[in-house]
């Protein structure tokens, strides 16, 4: 089936620093998402790509989607506290999604 | 306007009980996903239905699981006779449109705990 690879796993970065994870997959996606959990919540979305090459931002987060279809990277600026959580990276095919691995960000005051 | 609601937010059960999460889709939505999460692991897609209807449950094991979105009332995923391996995060989304531009909400899940 449909797998998305997505790294790096974990990150432990301090304060203020700047984030960046990203996704491969094996297949083609025509609509890439980026999400965040919270602890005991579902996911939330961040960031919503429909367009190969296209380069989004919402606040202190940028993501882009490959042109190849088949890959997609988020950064975060100047991480802040809040930020600490599990970032998924999710690809649309028909209506369901394929989701990553997720990245679990832990940072430190 | 409320958002993705489901019950119970925590469910213990036996092995050998049955399991039944609710899930109540956004005011006006009709399209209607289940997700399943492991421990330390992404959604997995279950199925999709809309309004008394099934569109796609590939994602569903073919034995003990059942998903339901009548005409009125909530979404029902049954998972009968659960055994541990069943313990998981079940996570209900909806929207408005089947369409990828369209956002799937996500509500914050049912978390079930098989003893």
């Known amino acids: 089936g449909q797998q998305l690879n997505q790294s790096p796993q974990s990150m432990f970065i301090q304060e203020g620093e700047d984030v960046s994870m990203n996704c491969t997959s094996s297949?083609?996606?025509?609509?890439w998402l980026w999400y965040k959990q919270d602890p005991g919540e579902g996911p939330v979305l961040l960031i919503a790509l429909y367009k190969a090459g296209e380069l989004t931002s919402n606040g202190r987060l940028t993501a882009q989607f490959g042109i190849t279809r088949k890959d997609s990277f988020l950064n975060i600026s100047a991480s802040i506290p809040s930020d600490v959580g599990i970032y998924f990276c999710a690809g649309q095919g028909a209506q369901k999604l394929v989701f990553g691995q997720g990245t679990r960000l832990t940072i430190n005051p | 306007n409320a958002g993705v609601m489901q019950n119970p937010r925590h469910l213990v059960r036996r092995r050998g009980q049955e399991a039944r999460l609710r899930c109540s889709p956004m005011?006006?939505?009709?399209?209607v996903y289940w997700y399943r999460q492991l421990p330390e692991e992404g959604l997995k897609f279950m199925v999709y239905l809309q309004k008394e209807n099934i569109i796609d449950e590939s994602g569903m094991p073919k034995e003990r699981f059942s998903a339901e979105f009548p005409k009125e009332g909530p979404s029902i995923l049954r998972i009968q006779q659960v055994v541990r391996g069943d313990s998981a995060a079940y996570f209900c989304a909806s929207s408005l449109v089947a369409d990828p531009t369209y956002e799937q909400y996500f509500g914050p899940g049912t978390r079930l705990t098989v003893t």
């Open positions: 297949s083609i996606f025509n609509t």
């Open positions: 005011k006006g939505h009709s399209h």
